[in-house]
């Protein structure tokens, strides 16, 4: 005599073993199971499926957050700071960027609070404009059509990265004798020109504001684009920190260049009655 098997569909199978095994149907004679119709199945499991065990939901692999890289620890963050640390705070002190420490904390400074006090220092720092050397390979570059020419005020106020990034891009078209679009064999470099209007109301803006010293009537007249530049440059600069023009020593001497000013103070400079009325 044949064995009798399940009338149930497999699935109902499953679930209905699951569900003795969880004791929510009583265990019943293999005979009494095979004669189980799959409708019947349906109906005893109707009011057990959500009480299986794999009805419940999946647990959640919870993926473990990326690690931040956190900044390099301070080896002996409380010992003395070194002369090095000492050194660059007493620099920054003398270009004005930073009050004097007393005594008694300058004494006392560790490496920790010395580092954090340099990276503010950093922080603070305006972008340095590009040097001369910089500027003149810049103006042969252009005038050989290897990079684009510029406004005369955004050329004069170049960094020196952003002048080391259009550098080494002349270069490269140099390498490869590639000229730009538009490319003009009559350019005239433009630094040596006298100043624009734009940048003459940008200066008389800055030393109405204080942020730059007036300029004296001799030099106003003869003043270039890149002079001026390097003027405008340094007014808002300090207008950017919400600093104002360094007092000047009472001589002839005037403010040619943002290289010849001292560190600014905190507040603003007398001016002189022979200089450009602005």
Not at 169 to 178: C, P
Not at 201 to 213: F, Y
């Amino acid at each position: 005599m044949a064995k009798a098997k399940p009338r149930m569909t497999p699935e109902q199978q499953k679930l209905f073993k699951e569900a003795v095994e969880a004791k929510l149907i009583e265990p019943m004679k293999y005979a009494d199971y095979c004669k189980i119709t799959p409708e019947q199945a349906e109906e005893m499991l109707r009011d057990v499926k959500d009480r299986l065990p794999s009805a419940a939901p999946e647990k959640t692999v919870e993926t473990p957050e990326p690690k931040i890289e956190q900044k390099r620890e301070i080896k002996d963050p409380d010992a003395p700071a070194t002369k090095f640390q000492k050194r660059a705070i007493s620099e920054a002190v003398k270009a004005g960027h930073m009050e004097e420490l007393p005594k008694d904390k300058w004494d006392a400074l560790t490496k920790g609070e010395a580092s954090r006090i340099i990276g503010e220092i950093h922080a603070k720092q305006p972008p340095a404009p590009a040097t001369e050397s910089q500027m003149k390979e810049i103006e042969k570059l252009v005038k050989d059509g290897r990079i684009f020419p510029m406004k005369a005020d955004t050329y004069n106020s170049l960094s020196k990265d952003k002048a080391s990034t259009l550098i080494g891009i002349g270069r490269m078209n140099l390498e490869s004798n590639t000229r730009v679009e538009g490319y003009d064999p009559n350019y005239v470099p433009r630094r040596s020109q006298p100043k624009t209007p734009e940048q003459e109301n940008e200066l008389k803006r800055l030393v109405a504001e204080k942020r730059l010293n007036p300029v004296p009537r001799e030099q106003w007249n003869s003043l270039t684009q890149g002079e001026a530049g390097k003027l405008i440059y340094a007014g808002q600069q300090r207008e950017a920190a919400n600093e104002f023009a360094p007092p000047r020593e009472f001589s002839r001497d005037r403010e040619a260049a943002p290289s010849q000013e001292k560190p600014a103070p905190r507040k603003p400079a007398p001016s002189r009655a022979d200089d450009m009325p602005f």
